[in-house]
């Protein structure tokens, strides 16, 4: 039993047009004991077919101005609204689609609002319900179990509500879910700006906090051998060039691989090539100069002091020093070496290297060797020593090369707001690598075990558009999300992403999305994007993303029969991402 409100007066395609009676427009009305709404823009109706009601969404009204209708000699305009079918229901059951079409003269109906619900979430858990649907008011249960397993994006401008969604996502996950969780699932929060450093999310009973900091050792990140000697890894820590630099570093493995298990074999390998520089003829200035360095770099003061003293004669290509008054020459017999640097160089205590040690020694003794044989051009690899000089001491900060396996909490959230803007960029890239990684290892097939990597303001790693990067750098990063976008179902890793700017993200990327909640977004080329990458998206949905209110969005994506717009509900003070606006009112008083 339900409302008549107008009927059935054209359908053009999948274009319904209603004719609607007179006193149905009031906003709310009582029918049976029932709330209904009136008839208005993005309302729904029903129009019975058979044992079927056919439920149209209302999409846009108008008076019809030609055919007005004469009653009692009056003139009246008739109220038309237009509206598409989007289902139907049979059987108490509402199935998505066009498959029936009204016809003419059909009567239309208001839907009772326990009908809206049975429309966009009959299926669904009912406790997992982030918010309300904006027009109905109805609160609305979202199928997690079909959000959790996808890509999920979450869009929207600064301050639109993106975060506070994020975290009512998955702190509403944990306190449903988090029994049945536990054992089985990883989730890796990317966090820029240390919002949700606190309570957010999850209880620190299961949540590692990890707050990187390139200026002050504070936490750090564990790296296995494997990983941390690995090109990839290297290629991007010290952002190396393709064409030469890569396969430099990627000698420096090998060499390191081919003796790892000869006692000492770093030592063995500082000391002869030491020897080899200071016998070889014609020496070189530039191998003086690295070595000098390499020995600031390790802070072995005697050795430093004995480097610099030497000068290089580039006429003759002879290195000399004075010891004691006298000149010495050293020569290919190396016995000069012998007498004066030997006892300095064997003293180079190796066992108190870290790996960053190792590997700024092995790099420039690499280089050092190419120089001697000729093999190398020295401008091509020189910028890769000095990027890795100026790293170092901020990797050291936040990176640790462990064989120890630590144990991997429900959650761990990498707070990043404490790193520089070049770690910002390559750190969530070799966490990425790492997380990704060791599912890859431990995952069976059907996955038993799932990875879900969230990361927030994602255009920070993602994005397509910073020219001030070469080319050569943005692929890595690039390539290993696209990696995991497009291959990581396979392997249980999920993304969840939120942005500001959708559209400066890769499209491989944005494409392999799928689910969105959209919060308000007025770009242009933002909006332009959604609608051609997001083919549930529909023109009156779209049409709604730049006027949302904060904490509005629409939800969209293979998880839901419908997008519906929905005003998420806030979390308690306390779970709140660590991001509200500042009140300069209180501020400035
Ligand atoms: N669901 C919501 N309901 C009401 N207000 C909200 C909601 N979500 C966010 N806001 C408001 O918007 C501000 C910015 O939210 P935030 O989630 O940090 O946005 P974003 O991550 O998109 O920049 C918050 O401080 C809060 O005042
Ligand atoms: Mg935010």
């Known amino acids: 039993m339900s409302l008549q409100v107008g009927e059935v007066i054209g359908v053009h395609g999948t274009r319904v047009t209603i004719k609607i009676f007179d006193d149905s427009n009031k906003e709310t009305i009582f029918f049976g004991g029932q709330k209904h709404k009136g008839v208005s823009v993005r309302e729904h109706v029903s129009v019975q077919r058979g044992f079927r009601e056919i439920i149209c969404i209302v999409e846009g009204e108008y008076l019809d101005e030609q055919k007005t209708e004469i009653e009692n000699g009056k003139v009246s305009y008739i109220r038309k609204v237009e509206s598409k079918p989007i289902g139907y229901i049979e059987d108490g059951e509402f199935h998505r689609g066009i498959k029936f079409l009204p016809m003419i003269k059909d009567a239309v109906h208001l839907l009772a609002e326990s009908n809206v619900q049975k429309i966009y979430s009959a299926k669904n858990d009912p406790s997992f319900t982030i918010g309300k ?52 699932s990883n989730f890796v929060i990317f966090d820029f700006n240390g919002e949700y450093t606190n309570q957010q999310i999850t209880g620190h009973e299961h949540k590692s906090v990890r707050k990187l900091n390139t200026r002050a050792p504070e936490d750090k990140i564990g790296l296995s051998d494997s990983e941390f000697w690995d090109l990839e890894t290297l290629s991007i820590l010290f952002n190396a060039t393709q064409n030469t630099q890569r396969p430099f570093l990627n000698r420096v493995l090998a060499g390191r691989l081919r003796f790892i298990d000869i006692e000492d074999s770093l030592a063995r390998y500082i000391q002869s090539t030491f020897r080899r520089a200071f016998s070889e003829k014609p020496a070189r200035g530039e191998v003086l100069s690295l070595l000098r360095r390499m020995a600031e770099f390790l802070g072995h003061e005697p050795l430093v002091d004995f480097l610099n003293k030497i000068e290089f004669n580039n006429s003759n290509g002879q290195l000399k020093t004075i010891v004691d008054g006298e000149h010495v020459y050293f020569d290919t017999d190396a016995a000069r070496y012998a007498a004066h640097l ?125 020219v001030r990067e070469r080319e050569i750098w943005k692929d890595y990063r690039l390539e290993l999300f696209e990696e995991i976008i497009k291959e990581g179902r396979k392997f249980g890793v999920f993304l969840t992403l939120a942005s500001q700017r959708p559209a400066d993200i890769s499209p491989t990327i944005v494409s392999q999305v799928h689910n969105f909640f959209l919060h308000r977004l007025v770009n242009e080329r933002d909006l332009f994007l959604l609608e051609n990458t997001i083919s ?15 904490g509005c969005c629409v939800v969209t994506g293979t998880a839901f029969d419908l997008p519906m717009l929905i005003q998420v509900e806030r979390l308690p003070k306390s779970l709140q991402p660590d991001s509200a606006d500042v009140p300069l009112k209180t501020l400035w008083d």
């Open 342 to 466: 030997e006892p300095l160089v064997n003293s180079i205590d190796t066992s108190a290297f870290d790996a960053f040690d190792e590997l700024v020694v092995r790099t420039n003794l690499m280089l050092v060797r190419d120089l001697i044989f000729g093999t190398v051009q020295f401008e091509h690899i020189q910028p890769l020593l000095k990027r890795m000089d100026s790293a170092i001491s901020g990797l050291r900060n936040i990176l640790e090369v462990t064989s120890e396996d630590t144990e991997l909490k429900l959650v761990t959230v990498v707070s990043l707001r404490r790193c520089n803007q070049e770690m910002k960029k390559v750190v969530p890239l070799l966490i990425a690598k790492h997380f990704y990684n060791h599912q890859k290892n431990r995952v069976t097939s059907p996955p038993q075990q799932t990875m879900h990597l969230v990361i927030d303001e994602a255009h920070n790693i993602l994005s397509q558009q910073s």
């Open 133 to 184: 649907l904006l027009k109905e008011e109805t609160a609305i249960a979202l199928p997690w179990e079909h959000i959790f397993n996808s890509h999920v994006g979450i869009f929207g401008n600064t301050g639109s509500g993106k975060s506070n969604t994020l975290a009512k996502l998955f702190t509403l996950l944990f306190e449903q879910k988090i029994d049945g969780i536990l054992g089985k």
């Open 536 to 550: 549930s998206l529909d023109a009156l949905s779209r049409s709604q993303i730049p006027n949302l209110a904060k």
